[in-house]
């Protein structure tokens, strides 16, 4: 299903996102310039997280409340998107005391989440949602 234009800038957001993912599993291979150390891939990490993550989860809770109420399923993954971002603002919080584990954990989860939002929470969007509503999603990004 192609992407609804309201939904257009979280989905390339993601892309970034599923690239910092893959960057923090452990035994990857280097990925275009990336880090490839820890120290690196923390940095890296905490730095996406502050300048775009943190203000990206904030949208999407935006726009889940704009639809809140139009599908029964919608308000499920709807809250289950509002757990998953407040366990990955804590894994992002205490990223620079994360070793190995604590990144592929990280990587694990955040990796889900966008899964589950891309392949599940917005055709669901999309398709109960009409064009009104989602005018007023588009109008989130400013």
């Known amino acids: 299903m192609k992407r609804h234009e309201a939904l257009a800038p979280l989905s390339r957001e993601h892309h970034e996102a599923l690239i910092l993912a893959q960057l923090l599993k452990k035994g990857v291979p280097a990925y275009k310039g990336l880090p490839t150390d820890t120290a690196g891939k ?18 999407e809770e935006k726009i889940l409340e704009i639809v809140k109420g139009k599908n029964h399923l919608i308000d499920t993954i709807s809250r289950e998107i509002f757990n998953e971002h407040s366990i990955l603002r804590k894994l992002f919080d205490s990223i620079d005391t994360a070793g190995v584990d ?5 990587a694990v989860i955040l ?5 589950k ?25 400013g």
């Open 42 to 59: 923390i940095s890296y990490a905490r730095q996406l997280y502050a300048d775009k993550l943190r203000r990206h989860f904030l949208d």
């Open 111 to 115: 990796e889900q989440h966008i899964r």
């Open 102 to 106: 604590s990144l592929d954990e990280l």
């Open 117 to 141: 939002e891309e392949r599940i929470l917005f055709p669901l969007i999309q398709q109960h949602c009409d064009e009104d509503l989602l005018k007023k999603v588009t109008a989130v990004f």
